[in-house]
């Protein structure tokens, strides 16, 4: 049976191991044939900066993780505008395709999923 | 309806910020561990939502809980979670 | 109703293996079943049988396992997460050439597959972080 998920992510990536967890969670459901979304929220949406270089800090590449998402057929992809707002960053500083939707349409989003999971 | 779990504090952590910028209204907040910190946040003051703190985390801080919040036992934290459709915890 | 608890904290660190704990114990008081507590993040630190807290301080490992063998509740450590940090069973140990292992029934480790399993298959997953 096939459940509609969502996953919150609003770890920073890099710093904590908690947000590239949360990546392998989501291909681990994607490769059971779940109807995965993903919500970046907070500092989750640095998670989505494009021109991420971090070889020379000895971490694997966030965002190439993000990039094979659309292979999982995961494309329900959303960021918080004001988050993104507040952190100075704008639509053009990303690395992967996002609906950028506002903070008072999250509830309804979230209340719409049959599952929903944070890291 | 949602219930939302938090686990740190609102002074070291954007978890309270973050569940509260995108709360519903029909939503409830516990407060829990250091997410008891909250208690007199005025990020808390500010809503309507039902908020709770588990009783046994506050006290062990010293922590007095306010009128508007309700202090609960660990029994009334299961029935909360089987009450509602999601719980999300905030850390 | 059934519930699975998700638990990242680490154990000594943090609260949230308390936590989850007391809120493990207080659903079986009230009848729920508890389908699977899941380990992941630093809470696979949990899981190492070699852990030796102070006599005054709780064993989180040793209340797991007892709590597990009196309702047999399902304990599932994340493989990934622990090989990393050296949560190893005996089989992992022989497989990585490890002269020792730390991991025993009743946990066991297995793929982030259980974690989605216990999410699907449950009324409620609460997580510890």
């Known amino acids: 049976m096939t459940n509609e998920i969502l996953i919150i992510a609003r770890s920073a990536?890099?710093?904590?191991?908690?947000?590239?967890?949360?990546?392998?969670?989501?291909?681990?459901?994607?490769?059971?044939?779940?109807?995965?979304?993903?919500?970046?929220?907070?500092?989750?949406?640095?998670?989505?900066?494009?021109?991420?270089?971090?070889?020379?800090?000895?971490?694997?590449?966030?965002?190439?993780?993000?990039?094979?998402?659309?292979?999982?057929?995961?494309?329900?992809?959303?960021?918080?505008?004001?988050?993104?707002?507040?952190?100075?960053?704008?639509?053009?500083?990303?690395?992967?395709?996002?609906?950028?939707?506002?903070?008072?349409?999250?509830?309804?989003?979230?209340?719409?999923?049959?599952?929903?999971?944070?890291? | 309806m949602k219930l939302h779990l938090i686990q740190r504090s609102p002074f070291s952590n954007s978890a309270l910020k973050d569940c509260l910028n995108t709360i519903g209204e029909n939503d409830s907040v516990l407060l829990m561990q250091d997410g008891t910190y909250s208690l007199n946040h005025p990020l808390l003051t500010d809503i309507k939502n039902p908020t709770y703190a588990l009783l046994q985390d506050s006290s062990a801080r010293g922590l007095t809980t306010p009128a508007s919040t309700k202090a609960i036992e660990y029994d009334e934290f299961v029935m909360l979670c089987s009450q509602h459709k999601h719980v999300l915890s905030w850390y | 109703m059934k519930f699975s608890?998700?638990?990242?904290?680490?154990?000594?660190?943090?609260?949230?293996?308390?936590?989850?704990?007391?809120?493990?114990?207080?659903?079986?008081?009230?009848?729920?079943?508890?389908?699977?507590?899941?380990?992941y993040h630093e809470g696979v630190q949990t899981a190492s049988a070699l852990q030796c807290p102070q006599r005054d301080e709780v064993n989180l490992h040793d209340q797991w396992k007892e709590l597990a063998d009196q309702h047999s509740i399902d304990l599932v450590t994340c493989i990934a997460a622990a090989l990393k940090r050296g949560i190893l069973d005996e089989g992992e140990a022989k497989r990585y050439e490890k002269d020792h292992f730390n991991l025993n029934k009743p946990f066991e480790l297995s793929g982030l597959g259980q974690l989605l399993d216990a999410q699907i298959n449950s009324d409620q997953l609460i997580t510890f972080a």
């Open chain 3, 5 to 39: 608890l998700l638990v990242l904290a680490s154990p000594y660190s943090q609260q949230g293996g308390l936590s989850a704990l007391q809120f493990a114990k207080t659903c079986l008081d009230q009848g729920h079943q508890l389908y699977r507590v899941f380990f």
């Open chain 1, 13 to 119: 990536p890099y710093g904590s191991s908690l947000a590239r967890e949360g990546i392998d969670y989501i291909l681990t459901s994607a490769a059971y044939d779940q109807d995965i979304s993903i919500l970046f929220l907070g500092d989750g949406v640095f998670q989505i900066l494009k021109d991420q270089n971090p070889a020379d800090i000895k971490l694997k590449s966030h965002l190439a993780a993000l990039e094979i998402l659309p292979l999982y057929d995961i494309e329900k992809l959303y960021a918080v505008k004001e988050d993104l707002l507040e952190r100075g960053l704008d639509i053009n500083q990303l690395g992967v395709k996002v609906t950028v939707i506002e903070r008072s349409q999250v509830d309804s989003l979230i209340d719409s999923q049959d599952k929903v999971l944070s890291f």
